[in-house]
């Protein structure tokens, strides 16, 4: 058991190794390597604020919360009526036999 431990560790040991010295020789591209990584994480994880998944339940919940209000009808009726009842008439402010410059 012990001894294929030491195997793991010595194999890790040597392909971390490998990756360094890749890393030391190429720094250019592990530099772009890893700015890319760092921008595709950061898109994936931007596109889940962009597009939330939908929760059904808490949308529900939401919509039982909000307080509709309602007009009364009675009240409704009664200023209909009152406004119907009067008899308005209006002067205009103008002459009725002005001539307006912006019809043709």
């Given amino acids: 058991m012990k001894n294929d431990t030491e195997k793991i560790v010595n194999s890790l040991k040597a392909a971390l190794r490998k990756l360094i010295d890749f890393a030391k020789n190429r720094k250019y591209t592990t530099v772009f390597i890893i700015s890319g990584l760092i921008l595709m994480a950061t898109l994936f994880k ?59």
């Fill in 46 to 104: 931007s596109r889940t604020y962009l597009n939330p998944p939908v929760n059904q339940e808490r949308y529900e919940e939401g919509k039982l919360q909000i307080n509709y209000e309602t007009l009364d009808q009675e009240i409704i009726d009664q200023i209909s009526s009152t406004l119907d009842d009067k008899n308005i008439d209006v002067d205009p402010i103008f002459d009725e036999d002005r001539e307006n410059p912006f019809s043709e």
